[in-house]
C-alpha cells in the first residue's frame, strides 16, 4: 500500500510539474508575468518567491496545479485577491517597475495566449517523447514474439497460425518483441479489418491472414485473447525426476529441454501436461535439448485416477521454463524517433477509443479514476524502472490528450474559444463563457463520478 501510495503521488508531481511549467515557461517567452506556480490546489502549504516574483508553491490538495498570471483583474483597484495573490502581485511589480498592463495575460495578442495555453498538454506530449526515448536508448529485455498454441476455432487457429510460430512481422512493419507484437494488435484492434503477419516457422518465412474482431473491447483482461494469441513460455525445462517413474525409465533427466512432443512443435508447460495427462497408457516421443544434443524418448504416461473419477496420465516430472528473450535498444536518434512515433501512435490509438466510445463501440468501463492510476502505478514499480517510465509515458499521454479536447474548463476548452476569436476578429461573449464554464463543470463532473464508479466496480470485483 505504501509502494502504491508514494508512487501515485511520484507519477501526480511529475506529471502535474511538467504540465504547468509548460505554461510557465512560455508564458515567460511571451513576456507575461506569472504570479504563481503551484502544484495542487487549495491551501498553500509551502511557497517562496524567485527574483522574477513568482510564487513558487505547494498546495494542499495533490490532484492537480496551476500556474496564475498576471490579469486585468489583478491590475483594477477595486479586485479582491488573497494576501497571498497580493503579496505576489507586489513582488511582481514593485514599486518603479514598468507598467506591467502590457505583461497581463488578456492583453497579448490571441496567437501568444493560445501558444501559452497549448504548453501544458504539448509539454505532456514532450515528456512522452523522451521517456520513451529513454527506454529505447537504454534498451531492455523483453521476450520474443512467439506464440503458444492458439485457442480452437479462434481468429488466430482459423488463420492457420501455431505454437511456436515466431511474428517477425505484421502488414510488413518489422516486429521485434512480444510486446511489439501485442501494441501492433490493438491498434489495429481498434478499427477491425485484418492484418498480414509474417511468421518464421521451420527455418521459412510464411504469411497468414488474421481477421481481427470489428468490435473488439479493450476493457477486457486481455484482448489478444479474443484473438486465440498468447505468449509461448518457452520450450519446458525437466527441473527434476521422479525415482521410478516412467520418464525416468525412458531416459529424461534434469535440465532435459522439452522442444517436441507427439506432433506439437516448441510446447510450453501447458501444452505439455495437457498432452501427457490426456495420453494415459499411450506411447508419446518426446523430443528433448540435452547440451546441445537432440535426443528422442519414447515416454507412456502411467495412469491416475482423481477423486471425480477421471483419468489422466502423469510422467513423473517437475518442469520450469525460460521464456526466450530479445535485447531491444536504439541509437540516439533513432531512440527519439521511436519516442516519437509511439507517442503519436498511443494519442491517436487514445483518441480512437473515445470516439468509439461515444458512439457505444467500447465500453464505458475503459475510463479509470485515480484509484486504478494509483493500482498500476505501484504494480509498474513493483515490477521495475523500465515499466514505471513506459507507465509514467502512457498517463502523460492521457493527460495531454484530455487536457486537448475542446470542454470548457480545460485547456483544450480555451484552446476552441481562442479559435472562434480568430475566425471572428473578437473573444466570445461573458455569456458564451459563462454557459461555456457551467457546461465544462458538468461534464468534468460526470466523468470523474464515472471513473470513480469504474473503480469501485474494479475493486469489488
Same mark, same amino acid.
Given at each position: 500500500?505504501?509502494?502504491?501510495?508514494?508512487?501515485?503521488?511520484?507519477?501526480?508531481g511529475?506529471?502535474?510539474?511538467?504540465?504547468?511549467?509548460?505554461?510557465?515557461?512560455?508564458?515567460?517567452?511571451?513576456?507575461?508575468?506569472? &504570479?504563481?506556480?503551484?502544484?495542487?490546489?487549495?491551501?498553500?502549504?509551502?511557497?517562496?518567491?524567485?527574483r522574477?516574483?513568482?510564487?513558487?508553491?505547494?498546495?494542499?490538495?495533490?490532484?492537480?496545479?496551476?500556474? !496564475?498570471?498576471?490579469?486585468?483583474?489583478d491590475?483594477?483597484p477595486?479586485?479582491?485577491?488573497s494576501?497571498?495573490? =497580493?503579496s505576489?502581485?507586489? =513582488?511582481?511589480?514593485p514599486?518603479? *517597475?514598468?507598467?506591467?498592463?502590457?505583461?497581463?495575460?488578456?492583453?497579448?495578442p490571441?496567437?501568444?495566449?493560445?501558444?501559452?495555453?497549448?504548453?501544458?498538454?504539448?509539454?505532456?506530449?514532450? &515528456?512522452?517523447?523522451?521517456?520513451?526515448a529513454?527506454?529505447?536508448?537504454?534498451?531492455?529485455?523483453?521476450?520474443?514474439?512467439?506464440?503458444?498454441?492458439?485457442?480452437?476455432?479462434?481468429?488466430?487457429?482459423?488463420?492457420?497460425?501455431?505454437?511456436g510460430? !515466431?511474428?517477425?512481422?505484421?502488414n510488413?512493419?518489422?516486429?521485434?518483441?512480444?510486446?511489439?507484437?501485442?501494441?501492433?494488435?490493438?491498434?489495429?484492434?481498434?478499427?477491425?479489418?485484418?492484418a498480414?503477419?509474417?511468421?518464421e516457422?521451420?527455418g521459412?518465412?510464411?504469411?497468414?491472414?488474421?481477421q481481427?474482431?470489428?468490435?473488439?473491447?479493450?476493457?477486457?483482461?486481455?484482448?489478444?485473447?479474443?484473438?486465440?494469441?498468447?505468449?509461448a513460455?518457452?520450450p519446458?525445462?525437466?527441473?527434476?525426476?521422479?525415482?521410478? *517413474?516412467?520418464a525416468?525409465?525412458a531416459g529424461l533427466?534434469?535440465?532435459?529441454?522439452?522442444?517436441?512432443?507427439?506432433?506439437?512443435?516448441?510446447p510450453?508447460i501447458g501444452?505439455?501436461?495437457? %498432452?501427457?495427462?490426456?495420453?494415459a #497408457?499411450?506411447?508419446?516421443?518426446?523430443?528433448?535439448?540435452?547440451n546441445g544434443?537432440?535426443l528422442?524418448f519414447?515416454?507412456?504416461?502411467?495412469?491416475h485416477?482423481?477423486e471425480? #473419477?477421471?483419468?489422466?496420465g502423469?510422467?513423473?516430472i517437475?518442469?520450469?521454463?525460460?521464456?526466450?528473450?530479445?535485447?531491444?535498444?536504439?541509437?540516439? %536518434?533513432?531512440?527519439l524517433?521511436?519516442g516519437?512515433i !509511439?507517442?503519436?501512435d498511443?494519442?491517436?490509438? *487514445?483518441?480512437?477509443?473515445?470516439?468509439?466510445?461515444?458512439?457505444?463501440?467500447?465500453?464505458?468501463?475503459?475510463?479509470?479514476g485515480p484509484?486504478?492510476?494509483?493500482?498500476?502505478?505501484g504494480?509498474?514499480? !513493483?515490477?521495475?524502472?523500465?515499466?514505471y517510465?513506459?507507465?509514467?509515458?502512457?498517463?502523460?499521454?492521457?493527460? #495531454?490528450?484530455?487536457?486537448?479536447?475542446?470542454?470548457?474548463?480545460?485547456?483544450? #476548452?480555451?484552446?476552441?474559444?481562442?479559435?472562434?476569436?480568430?475566425?471572428?476578429?473578437?473573444?466570445?461573449?461573458?455569456?458564451?463563457?459563462?454557459?461555456?464554464?457551467?457546461?465544462?463543470v458538468s461534464?468534468?463532473?460526470?466523468?470523474?463520478?464515472?471513473?470513480?464508479?469504474?473503480?469501485?466496480?474494479?475493486?469489488?470485483?
Amino acid at each position: 500500500m505504501l509502494t502504491t501510495l508514494i508512487s501515485f503521488f511520484v507519477t501526480l508531481g511529475v506529471l502535474i510539474t511538467f504540465h504547468e511549467l509548460g505554461h510557465y515557461w512560455v508564458a515567460r517567452w511571451c513576456g507575461v508575468r506569472v &504570479l504563481r506556480f503551484s502544484v495542487g490546489f487549495g491551501r498553500v502549504l509551502i511557497k517562496r518567491f524567485d527574483r522574477n516574483g513568482t510564487e513558487w508553491a505547494i498546495s494542499a490538495i495533490p490532484l492537480g496545479g496551476y500556474v !496564475k498570471m498576471l490579469d486585468q483583474d489583478d491590475l483594477a483597484p477595486s479586485s479582491k485577491i488573497s494576501s497571498s495573490e =497580493h503579496s505576489a502581485a507586489t =513582488h511582481a511589480n514593485p514599486p518603479g *517597475s514598468p507598467d506591467p498592463r502590457g505583461s497581463s495575460f488578456q492583453s497579448q495578442p490571441v496567437l501568444k495566449r493560445f501558444a501559452i495555453v497549448a504548453a501544458g498538454p504539448v509539454f505532456n506530449l514532450l &515528456l512522452a517523447v523522451f521517456l520513451y526515448a529513454s527506454i529505447n536508448f537504454v534498451g531492455n529485455k523483453e521476450p520474443e514474439a512467439v506464440l503458444a498454441p492458439p485457442t480452437a476455432n479462434s481468429p488466430a487457429a482459423m488463420a492457420g497460425l501455431k505454437g511456436g510460430d !515466431k511474428v517477425v512481422a505484421i502488414n510488413q512493419t518489422a516486429i521485434a518483441s512480444w510486446p511489439q507484437l501485442r501494441w501492433n494488435l490493438l491498434q489495429r484492434l481498434a478499427d477491425g479489418g485484418e492484418a498480414e503477419i509474417t511468421i518464421e516457422r521451420g527455418g521459412a518465412q510464411l504469411h497468414r491472414t488474421l481477421q481481427l474482431p470489428t468490435l473488439a473491447d479493450p476493457s477486457q483482461a486481455d484482448p489478444m485473447r479474443d484473438l486465440g494469441l498468447g505468449l509461448a513460455s518457452g520450450p519446458p525445462i525437466v527441473r527434476s525426476v521422479v525415482e521410478g *517413474s516412467v520418464a525416468q525409465r525412458a531416459g529424461l533427466i534434469s535440465r532435459d529441454l522439452i522442444i517436441c512432443v507427439g506432433e506439437t512443435n516448441r510446447p510450453d508447460i501447458g501444452s505439455l501436461v495437457q %498432452i501427457i495427462q490426456n495420453n494415459a #497408457g499411450k506411447p508419446l516421443e518426446l523430443e528433448v535439448d540435452r547440451n546441445g544434443e537432440k535426443l528422442k524418448f519414447i515416454v507412456t504416461p502411467s495412469p491416475h485416477t482423481l477423486e471425480n #473419477g477421471q483419468t489422466i496420465g502423469r510422467a513423473g516430472i517437475q518442469l520450469g521454463a525460460d521464456i526466450p528473450m530479445v535485447e531491444v535498444s536504439y541509437g540516439p %536518434i533513432d531512440s527519439l524517433v521511436q519516442g516519437a512515433i !509511439k507517442t503519436f501512435d498511443t494519442a491517436w490509438f *487514445s483518441l480512437r477509443m473515445m470516439g468509439r466510445m461515444l458512439t457505444g463501440d467500447v465500453s464505458l468501463k475503459n475510463i479509470s479514476g485515480p484509484v486504478t492510476i494509483a493500482d498500476y502505478a505501484g504494480q509498474s514499480v !513493483k515490477i521495475g524502472w523500465e515499466a514505471y517510465i513506459a507507465f509514467l509515458a502512457l498517463v502523460s499521454v492521457s493527460l #495531454g490528450i484530455l487536457n486537448l479536447l475542446p470542454i470548457p474548463m480545460l485547456d483544450g #476548452g480555451h484552446l476552441m474559444y481562442y479559435l472562434i476569436e480568430m475566425v471572428r476578429g473578437k473573444p466570445v461573449t461573458d455569456r458564451v463563457m459563462e454557459w461555456g464554464q457551467r457546461i465544462g463543470v458538468s461534464l468534468l463532473g460526470g466523468l470523474m463520478v464515472l471513473a470513480l464508479f469504474n473503480d469501485l466496480i474494479r475493486i469489488f470485483n
